[in-house]
Every structure is written in C-alpha cells, then in structure tokens.
C-alpha cells in the first residue's frame, strides 16, 4: 500500500511550532494595512501560551494579570511574527501603567517590528502622550516627530530635508530660538523647536497651526516662509533671513525717529497688517504685534513675522483666549486691554498695538516706559494711555489724532488697517512737503549727539581727496558760468553805447573793430 501524502497540518507539524501573529486591537503605525483591527486571529493553543497571554493581557491593559506571567517566568521581550512585543501593543492602547510596568521588568524600549516601528513611534502614531512621556525616559535619543506620516504620498511639499541646512557658521539670532543657516546656497532663519514639544499636545497644536498660517501668506511686508521639517527630530520652520534684525534693537540704537521716518516704517507695518486682516477666506489676527515681532530687510523695510500667537477667524467674528496671556518681557506693553481682561477680541487688538508702535517710534521710549510690568494691566484698565512728549510739530497734519483713535478703549471705535494707510499717506506727503526746503545743519557745525540725531556719521574721518576734488571742480563751474554771464552782459552794453543816432545798431557792429571786443574785466579769456 502506497503511503498517503502528508496534509498541510501534518507538514506544519513535522516543521515545528511557529509563532503566532496577535491581531487584536491597533496595529503597528507603520503596518500597510490596519483595516482588520478589530479581528482576532489567536489560535487556542497560543492562548495558552504565557507569553502570548502576556500580549493579550497588554492588549486589555490588566497590569495585575501581566505581573504574574512576568513571576511566572513570562519573557517581557517575547515576539509574535510581526515582531511586535507586549510593549507595542500596550503602548499602542495607551495603557500607561502597562508600560511602566514591562519597562521596569527588563522590556526593551527600543525594539523594532518587522515594518521598523518602535513602541514610542506607535504611541505617537495614536497620540498616546502619557505614555510618549514614560518612553522617553527610556529612549531619549529616539524620539519620533509628532507629525511623522507614513507614507511618502503623505509628505507635506513644505517638507525640507534637514541635512540640506548648513548651521557651521550660524549663529543665534532673535530670542534664542533662531539660527542662522545656509540652505541651497542661501542664508536663512531656523527656528527649531525644544524638545518639550514632542509631548507638550499644546504646544504641538500651536506648532500645526504656526505652519498653516505660514504656508497660506506672501506678501512684501511679511517674513517669507521657505519651508519646514516635520519628519524628524529637531522640527525646524525655515524662514527667510532679515539681515538688519528686529525693529526693536533698531529703536534702541536710533532713538525718536524724524516723524517722516516714522510714517514710512508705519506705513511697512499697516501695509503687512492689512494683508493678514483680508486674507481670505479665513482673516488672520497676530496678537502679538510688537517691535521685536517687526523685522527689517537689508533694504530697511520692515516685515511682519512670528505667528507663534496668531488666530484665524473662520466663521467667528471674535475670539476669545482659552488660557492665561503669557507676554515675555516687554511684549505685554503692547497687548490691547480686552485681551488682559481676557474678554472676547477682534482683529482691532493688532491696530492698538499699532498705535504704540508708532508712538514709541516717535516719543524714543517704551510705552508706559515708568512703570513696571504688572502696572500695565492696571494702567490700561483705568482707560490711561502713554503720554505724548514730543514737540507738537512731531504729531502734526493728525498724526496724534491718529494714533488716539487707533488705541481708543472701545474696539469698534479703532480704524481698520485699510483706513490707516490712507491715513498715513496723506500725512506723509504733508510731511515731505515741510521738509522740503528744511535746511539741514552742516555736519561741522553739530555735537555728538545733534549728528546721531540728524542721522550723520558720528565717526571722525578725514574728507577723502576725490571729495575735495569734486567740490573744487564744483566751484570752478560757477564762477566760469557768472564770469560768462557778465562777459555777455558787457558786450551788450558796449553795443548799446556805441551806436550813434541816425544809425542802427547792426551797422554800428560791423563797422566796430573786433579788437575792442573780448578783452574786458569779465572776459573767459580775462586772467585773475
């Protein structure tokens, strides 16, 4: 009798055990296919298995359950034949105490499955923050980027690869955060983010919200976005470089600025801030408009920039802060008063700080620049305002009216920016019109302070010699020009005085000798 052939049963015996495949509940972040997440695919022969009972237990989150397989001799490292462990699954799940409880019987924090996720990859994939927190105790140096995608179709096309930027002569720039870099031959901004954000959901929102602001914007008076890192570990924003940095450190070296200078800076401002206002379909509000927020190109024209703090209005006409205002430094001085009140607010907060911008560049000094910073709450809640010190002459053509108007306590008293260009146009053509023949001081004659004032270089140099040479030249043609004109006022005297009656004056000059002619006191050949 001939033998039968072996069934596939007996032929997966006679291979030996193989490990089982655990399905239950969410699958790897980096799997193909997760649409059978709900099934069970557990034999009843691996459920008997402790380890395997292990990964179910992990799946359920029954901590107490797993910490007796675990004295019972249970392997926490135990692989089923996608690679994934307990450890996967429970972070998966979100079951914190699980985690906690097999990294501290010996799992492996970082170990891979067979599409290369670790149990941190997959608890960010599922936003599982508690227990992002408890593995990166664990595995510090592999964090994974909270907006990692899994597919290369999923890439955002902002996407810049980080090994492109160049940070080998770079330095810090405006508070901390940016670097300067090279990235494709060209020098940029890089704001990298701490490594708090990765488990900070706040401050990953803020971050998600930051780009779809920056992507959606091109203007000339706002900073340019040039793209993002967003894959991997530091997440950057790349944003063109400023290279006469931030109206602030510009205030501070200058002083009080001429008014028409002022107007033109403002006018940078209004200009930026109108874009973001009628940006449609969805307006954008800054709330955080302040000179260190205000950056200048090598041109000296100032762009809008830093939207950490900035809010879209889509359907809703206001909105309202939904946690305490935080403003470092001296940027609460600019914050309008229903904001401090934490009351709903409008896009009118950004033309209050307005309005201060443009007092503190004409006044030379911070608003409220006396009192300390938890006096500024008070001081805008009692309607008080920054005094106007300077000359009136600095205010004139509405100027001050103006900049009233714009902080006026009621919002929908305060201009819209559109209001303001035309505001400020108007009033800088006045102003350019009554400097127009205002003679400046010469610089020999002005102190130290009179020459920063003025705008002229306070360094001591000698007048180079090609200077000298020109206003010399200069000279020269002027007194050749006079001498010509008096030359020719001469010659029609002497033809006037020289015609006798009776006969005209053309017979008179051709009969006069041309000897007597050209050689008077104002003569071009006459030498001094």
């Not at 008070?378 to 600095?394: L, M």
């Amino acid at each position: 009798m001939e033998p039968k052939p072996p069934t596939s049963s007996e032929e997966e015996a006679a291979a030996g055990p193989t490990t089982p495949r655990f399905r239950l509940g969410k699958q790897s972040s980096l799997a193909p296919s997760r649409g059978g997440e709900n099934g069970a695919e557990v034999s009843g022969e691996a459920a008997g298995v402790a380890s395997f009972q292990m990964m179910y237990l992990a799946h359920e989150g029954n901590a107490e359950g797993i910490r007796e397989l675990l004295d019972a001799g249970a392997d926490p490292n135990f692989r089923d034949s996608d690679g994934r462990t307990a450890l996967h699954i429970s972070a998966c799940e979100g079951h914190a105490e699980v985690v906690a409880l097999l990294l501290d019987r010996g799992a492996e924090a970082v170990v891979e499955d067979q599409w290369g996720s670790t149990p941190l990859a997959d608890a960010m994939h599922y936003q599982n923050h508690d227990v992002i927190k408890i593995l990166e105790k664990h595995d510090s140096n592999h964090k994974v980027a909270p907006m990692h995608v899994n597919s290369d179709r999923d890439v955002p096309e902002y996407e810049i690869d980080p090994d492109e930027l160049d940070f080998t002569n770079g330095k810090d720039l405006a508070k901390g955060t940016f670097r300067k870099a090279t990235w494709r031959g060209i020098l940029v901004a890089v704001k990298k983010l701490d490594d708090d954000v990765l488990t900070d959901e706040n401050k990953v929102q803020a971050f998600r919200d930051e780009l779809d602001v920056l992507q959606l914007i091109r203007h000339p008076n706002v900073v340019q976005f040039l793209g993002a890192v967003t894959q991997t570990n530091p997440m950057m924003i790349v944003m063109e470089f400023m290279p006469k940095g931030d109206l602030r450190k510009h205030l501070n070296r200058k002083g009080a600025l001429e008014p028409l200078y002022a107007v033109k800076l403002a006018l940078d401002i209004a200009r930026g801030m109108s874009y973001l206002h009628e940006h449609k379909p969805q307006a954008i509000i800054h709330r955080d408009l302040e000179p260190s927020n205000i950056l200048r190109d090598d041109t000296g024209h100032l762009k809008v920039a830093d939207f950490d703090l900035c809010k879209m209005l889509k359907w809703r006409r206001k909105v309202r802060e939904d946690k305490p205002v935080t403003s470092p430094g001296n940027a609460c001085r600019y914050v309008a008063p229903e904001v401090l009140r934490k009351e709903e607010y409008d896009n009118k907060v950004d033309v209050f700080s307005f309005a201060l911008i443009l007092q503190e560049m004409i006044e030379g000094c911070l608003p409220f620049h006396d009192k300390k910073i938890d006096e500024i709450e008070k001081a805008h809640s009692s309607k008080e305002r920054p005094p106007f010190r300077a000359p009136a002459k600095h205010y004139a053509y509405g100027l001050r009216e103006l900049i009233e108007k714009c902080w006026s306590e009621n919002p929908a008293d305060r201009p819209n920016f559109r209001v303001v260009i035309d505001r400020l146009s108007a009033i800088q053509i006045e102003l350019a019109r009554r400097n127009r023949w205002k003679v400046r001081p010469l610089k020999c004659f002005l102190s130290f302070e009179e020459k920063r004032q003025h705008g002229h270089d306070t360094v001591c140099r000698p007048m180079p010699f090609w200077k000298l040479f020109e206003i010399e030249s200069g000279i020269s043609v002027l007194i050749d020009g006079y001498r010509r004109y008096l030359y020719h006022l001469e010659r029609r005297d002497r033809r006037e005085a020289s015609v006798p009656e009776g006969r005209s004056e053309k017979a008179s000059v051709r009969d006069k000798p041309h000897d007597s002619l050209g050689k008077g006191r104002f003569s071009p050949n006459y030498k001094l």
